[in-house]
Every structure is written in C-alpha cells, then in structure tokens.
C-alpha cells in the first residue's frame, strides 16, 4: 500500500456525544491503491462540512476523496459504547 495511505489513520471520530460522520474511499491520485476511513464530529453541523475539510487534507498528501455514505454516531467512551445509525447521502 502506497505510503500516503498508511499514514491516514482509518477512524477519527468525537471521543464524546452524538455526531455526523462519513465512510470516504481514499485514493492515489492517478492510481488504483486505495482505502476506506471513517471521519465523525461534533462540530460539522452538516456532513458536508466533514467532507470538504478532509477533502482538502488528503488533496495535500496527493489523495483523491470519494465519500461512500454516513449516517450518525453516539459514542460514550467511558461505557465503551458506540451506536451507529441513520445514514445521510454525501455529494463529491
């Protein structure tokens, strides 16, 4: 797997609360390598808003952004829970 993939961690998401997240295909640019990562927080009030940050991000390592879906997510890490639901379509 090509370097600049590795290096993307596969989950980033709120340690806490209920959020909006996305599934993103990552892809090299020009390429076939490829990976899908998870990105979910609190402070994008729409899902959009996660991907056009991250969009960014990867365009700067040379990765191509293709978002695969989302939904929401409740997380309590103290209680090691995680409830995913609902889902929400995302435009490139």
């Known amino acids: ?33 490829h990976k899908d990562i998870v990105r979910g927080t609190k402070s994008a009030e729409y899902h959009n808003h996660i991907f056009e940050k991250l969009s960014l991000e990867m365009d700067t390592l040379g990765l191509e952004c293709n978002c695969l879906g989302g939904g929401k997510i409740e997380h309590d890490s103290a209680k090691k829970k995680l409830r995913v639901f609902g889902e929400s379509t995302v435009t490139n």
């Open 1 to 33: 797997m090509a370097d600049c993939l590795i290096k993307v961690p596969d989950v980033e998401i709120d340690t806490e609360g209920k959020f909006k997240y996305i599934l993103v295909r990552l892809k090299v640019k020009g390429g076939t390598e």
